[in-house]
């Protein structure tokens, strides 16, 4: 089959992706999306299907929209993308779908946002509704330091940084959970330990190779189907009195230290995925 990687950046997860493809028999075929412009009234490149690995998510989401238009199917798909690229959006599917979550709430302006605040209760988090890495994630610890974050975002250029995302603070057992969603199975998943409040590897967070019991391997799935589906990793917590906590779903998810400790092939798993989806 032709594999088609979109992409804006070039990372380890693409060039392996890019291996995995040649080893399994499969072509792969490289749309690298800054590079051209997209025309609706031309004839693409032939491909059987296509994974998007676009680091931006505006970037994501606009070609997903315009592959999936020229009769592409794409992984994951711009629903997905939209969904999960948004954490108000991912809270209010993953609530309607009842999985558990942090107890969040959300405000549009400061003086709301503080009486969402009090509702909740100190310490909290405040998160920007779209980013990742964990940037512009804040500990909030009383009133006058949320203040102080929600004065200076009320003068941020971006409307996005307006809506305010106010979740409770779970007291972690200094790690979480990225467990990975690859289609209808959950092969593997990791431990993110740290010291500090935030686990993201991308900030320090050691990875750990985690064993996933029947438990987090329902609930990951469950998660993945409310969100759209597709190549995912969900984040979870785990709560000292009401266990599981689902706090976000990556749809552009990285997986490279997860395979340097775990030791499993996850680029050709995601393959073998791309060609199912290729064959229905």
Request: proline share 4%.
């Amino acid at each position: 089959m032709k594999i088609a990687i979109i992409y804006d950046v070039i990372r380890w997860e693409e060039k392996d992706l890019v291996r995995a493809i040649r080893e399994l028999g499969h072509e792969p075929i490289l749309f690298h999306v800054t590079s051209f412009f997209l025309d609706p009234n031309s004839k693409l490149p032939e491909v059987d299907v296509a994974i998007n690995r676009c680091v931006s998510h505006s970037r994501a989401v606009a070609s997903a929209i315009f592959y999936e238009e020229k009769g592409v199917p794409v992984v994951n798909s711009a629903y997905t993308l939209i969904v999960t690229g948004n954490k108000l959006y991912t809270t209010m599917k993953l609530i309607a779908h009842n999985i558990p979550t942090p107890r969040t709430l959300f405000a549009f302006t400061k003086e709301t946002a503080l009486k969402a605040a009090e509702k909740l209760g100190y310490p909290l988090v405040v998160k920007p509704i779209i980013g990742s890495w964990g940037r512009l994630i804040a500990k909030v610890s009383d009133k006058d330091s949320l203040e102080s974050i929600l004065e200076h975002r009320e003068y941020m250029q971006n409307p996005q940084y307006k809506i305010y995302y106010l979740q409770e603070y779970v007291r972690k057992p200094g790690r979480d959970l990225r467990i990975f969603a690859i289609g209808d199975s959950v092969p593997l998943g990791i431990y993110r330990v740290s010291s500090y409040w935030k686990t993201n590897t991308a900030l320090g967070g050691k990875a750990v190779c985690a064993k996933i019991n029947n438990e987090l391997e329902e609930l990951t799935l469950k998660a993945a189907k409310a969100v759209g589906g597709g190549v995912l990793g969900v984040d979870i917590f785990e709560d000292p009195m009401r266990g599981y906590l689902v706090d976000e779903v990556n749809g552009v998810t990285e997986y490279r230290n997860t395979v340097r400790v775990c030791g499993k092939d996850v680029s050709k798993m995601i393959v073998n995925y791309l060609v199912e989806v290729a064959k229905k």
